[in-house]
Nanobody, 132 residues
Framework: QVQLVESGGGLVQTGGSLRLSCAASGRTFRNSDMGWFRQAPGKEREFVAGISISGVRSNYADSVKGRFTISRDNAKNTLNLQMNSLKPEDTAVYYC?????????????????????????WGQGTQVTVSS
């Protein structure tokens, strides 16, 4: 089972930037698509960004497109999320997650990495707070 540890969260003003990192242990990271999700108080966990094994393909929630960039370093087993032009509505706990093998390999068809159920390992989360 892969272990995931997020870091880089904090308090920032509107318009500021933060860079989140997720350190992963084990071989699963290098064989899996990865994703970032977030959860605000009283709301459901929602997709933020996803990235393929090689890092060539990525996708984003409409709410963060053009402001956030997901990347990965397979040599260092690290997943990153660069967040620019932050808004108060970005305030949430951010989680990195490993996309399950059935979805990464395409055994389960017609999925795009945006659903919580596609992911089977999660970090503990890091708090991001954007003040107005």
């Amino acid at each position: 089972q892969v272990q995931l540890v997020e870091s880089g969260g904090g308090l920032v003003q509107t318009g500021g930037s933060l860079r989140l990192s997720c350190a992963a242990s084990g071989r699963t990271f290098r064989n899996s698509d990865m994703g970032w999700f977030r959860q605000a108080p009283g709301k459901e966990r929602e997709f933020v960004a996803g990235i393929s094994i090689s890092g060539v393909r990525s996708n984003y929630a409409d709410s963060v497109k053009g402001r956030f960039t997901i990347s990965r370093d397979n040599a260092k087993n690290t997943l990153n999320l660069q967040m620019n032009s932050l808004k108060p509505e970005d305030t949430a706990v951010y989680y990195c997650a490993v996309r399950g093998a059935r979805f990464t390999t395409g055994i389960v068809p017609n999925t795009d990495g945006r659903a919580v159920y596609e992911y089977d390992s999660w970090g503990q989360g890091t708090q991001v707070t954007v003040s107005s």
